[in-house]
């Protein structure tokens, strides 16, 4: 049984920084596609960056410049700089041995997910 365990979330002002982490365990096989989501109060989930087993990496405009997201030792890192209030939400990592490339960041694209790290941000 796969499980994704996410941790390094809480609470920050804006301009912090945060680093998350998410820990795989149960996997047999390549899981090939891994990212982080998230979803905030009220609004829909949204993909935040994506990571694939040859280093490939996709983010989201809102982030790009700010977020990294990268591996080591089996565990996936988003390590976020610059937080703006607005990136308060739940973060949710994320994986699929099928997702591809071009569907990262699309949530429907992912068949095993964590429970979820929160992560506030106040001015």
């Known amino acids: 049984q796969v499980q994704l365990v996410e941790s390094g979330g809480g609470s920050v002002q804006a301009g912090g920084s945060l680093r998350l982490s998410c820990a795989a365990s149960?996997?047999?096989?390549?899981?090939?596609?891994m990212g982080w989501f998230r979803q905030a109060p009220g609004k829909e989930g949204e993909g935040v960056a994506g990571?694939?087993?040859?280093?490939s990496t996709r983010y989201a405009d809102s982030v790009k410049g700010r977020f990294t997201i990268f591996k080591d030792n089996d565990i996936l890192y988003l390590k976020m700089n610059k937080l703006k209030v607005e990136d308060t939400a739940m973060y949710y990592c994320?994986?699929?041995?099928?997702?591809?490339?071009?569907?990262?960041?699309?949530?429907?694209?992912?068949?095993?997910w964590g429970r979820g790290t929160q992560v506030a941000v106040s001015t």
């Open positions: 990571f694939k087993d040859d280093g």
């Open positions: 994320a994986a699929d041995r099928r997702a591809g490339y071009a569907r990262l960041l699309a949530p429907e694209a992912f068949n095993f």
């Open positions: 149960g996997i047999t096989g390549r899981m090939a596609y």
